[in-house]
């Protein structure tokens, strides 16, 4: 009798961990930032194709960041100084020259971008490089994902399960987002729009990298 009580017990603390993870990682995963907004304009100015790259790109980011917090490696960007501020200039320094090739772009007329559409860097590898170089998604998972491991679970095992799900919320998210553009895309894809949307989209990317380096590690 006690030995079912103990099972029921430890299945209703890996219940309680995985719904609660769940409403927090959903609350999370809407709430605006770069991922968003990367995946909407290129889904506005590139495609659902490529903005779909760039989703697959954001998330597989998720995931090493979720590899790294369950091997334990990510504790060394939360404590380390210097392996933060490594990260944090190379993202921003990213950030900077993703932005700046926004900016440029919103330079050049609508039928100069077609014809150069097929040396358009790999939107995966963007997407990719965004998030893996942002430290702030790395202390995040350190400090968020262990709070949702029951005691008694294997750690490495219940953080990866933990990413897992975020990364899928994260998908279906940005999957929304990019269906939800496609009614507008041809109404989008004329000669203003897609400039005024690369100029907006780089100015931001340049914003929050002087944000990154301008800010301290909490």
């Known amino acids: 009798m006690r030995s079912g009580d103990l099972v029921m017990g430890a299945t209703m603390d890996f219940t309680t961990a995985l719904l609660g993870f769940a409403?927090?990682?959903?609350?999370?995963?809407?709430?605006?930032?770069?991922?968003?907004?990367l995946v909407l304009r290129t889904a506005t100015v590139e495609g659902?194709?490529?903005?779909?790259?760039?989703s697959f790109g954001i998330v597989t980011g998720l995931m090493v960041w979720g590899l790294a917090v369950a091997l334990g490696l990510g504790a060394l960007i939360a404590v380390s100084e210097l392996a933060y501020r490594v990260v944090q200039v190379a993202g921003a320094i990213y950030l900077i020259w993703l932005g700046g090739q926004m900016l440029w772009a919103a330079r050049k007329p609508a039928a100069v971008k077609a014809r150069r559409i097929d040396r358009v860097p790999n939107w995966f590898l963007r997407g990719f490089l965004t998030n893996?170089?942002?430290?702030?998604?790395?202390?995040f998972y350190v400090s968020f994902l262990p709070q949702f491991v029951p005691a008694g679970a294997p750690v490495a095992g219940f953080t990866m399960l933990l990413a897992?799900?975020?990364?899928?919320?994260?998908?279906?998210?940005?999957?929304?987002?990019?269906?939800?553009?496609?009614p507008f895309a041809r109404a989008l894809q004329g000669p203003v729009v897609p400039r005024i949307l690369d100029a907006a989209t780089g100015t931001v990317l340049i914003g929050l990298a002087a944000k990154l380096l301008l800010e301290k590690r909490a």
Do not use: E
């Open 132 to 139: 893996l170089l942002n430290p702030k998604i790395g202390v």
């Open 48 to 54: 659902a194709k490529r903005a779909l790259m760039a």
């Open 23 to 37: 409403a927090a990682a959903a609350l999370v995963t809407v709430t605006p930032g770069l991922d968003t907004a």
């Open 164 to 182: 897992a799900m975020h990364v899928g919320m994260s998908l279906l998210w940005f999957g929304g987002l990019t269906l939800a553009t496609r």
